[in-house]
């Protein structure tokens, strides 16, 4: 069964410091990525996804994201922090089940970003 | 393109009373999704539709939950007898079926459930 595991639930960086947020999957088959992000109070706003191809994956607002096979991991990156990247992330793994595609989602990590 | 539309966006109730939500997809979406997230935690999936069909529901979909997307359109999800439990967000998601790679989906705003 695929899961998702996220560590670390809060990380905080300086302004202009490196964001890394950690996700490794698991799965039998090959997994399908996400990174989401999450605002106070909205919903959910796609960051970015792995598919096929490339394993270095560009998103939105300068974050990119590495799939790395060999460590079952999918880290989200951004060289520099912002104060407006400041919400939560979230990881998740595309489940295939009888041609239907539900997400399995990690538990979070909340950035905060310090002045 | 609108997005995601999800009303209320907030409800408080009274455990033992009956709350429906509603959800507007992205208009060529054919795909829909609904989630639930409590504090926390990451979205955990409740049930999914393709067109006006109901494909898959998640064992946390209890008796009392049901949902429905009556045209293929808007879906609404209800909740009979609410209990201090069923308390979260709930998310709702479409996407365009696609044959090359899995869908992308969209999330609307949330649905945020008190039970008092």
């Known amino acids: 069964a695929q899961s998702v595991t996220q560590l670390g639930s809060h990380v905080s960086v300086s302004e202009g410091a490196l964001v890394l947020l950690r996700c490794n999957y698991s799965?039998?088959?090959?997994?399908?990525l996400f990174w989401y992000v999450q605002y106070p109070n909205q919903g959910l706003q796609l960051l970015l996804k792995?598919?096929?191809?490339?394993?270095l994956v560009k998103g939105i607002n300068g974050f990119e994201a590495e799939f790395k096979k060999s460590e079952t991991s999918f880290h989200l990156t951004k060289p520099s922090a912002h104060m407006s990247d400041a919400a939560e992330y979230f990881c998740a793994v595309s489940v295939t089940t009888s041609g239907t595609y539900k997400y399995i989602f990690g538990t979070g990590t909340r950035l905060k970003v310090l002045a | 393109d609108t997005g995601v539309s999800q009303d209320p966006r907030h409800k408080i109730t009274k455990r033992g009373q009956n709350v429906t939500f509603r959800c507007d997809p992205i208009?060529?979406?054919?795909?829909l999704y609904w989630y639930r997230q409590t504090l926390g935690q990451g979205p955990e999936f409740l049930t999914y539709?393709?067109?006006?069909?109901?494909?898959?529901k998640s064992r946390l979909l209890s008796d009392r939950f049901s949902a429905e997307r009556p045209k293929g359109s808007f879906s609404t999800l209800e909740i009979q007898r609410t209990e201090q439990g069923d308390s979260a967000m709930y998310l709702c998601?479409?996407?365009?079926?696609?044959?090359?790679?899995?869908?992308?989906?969209?999330f609307g705003p949330g649905t945020r459930l008190t039970v008092l």
């Open positions: 799965s039998s088959v090959p997994p399908y």
């Open positions: 539709f393709q067109n006006e069909a109901q494909l898959e």
């Open positions: 792995y598919t096929t191809g490339a394993t």
């Open positions: 208009s060529e979406h054919n795909r």
């Open positions: 998601a479409s996407s365009l079926a696609g044959w090359a790679s899995p869908d992308t989906q969209y």
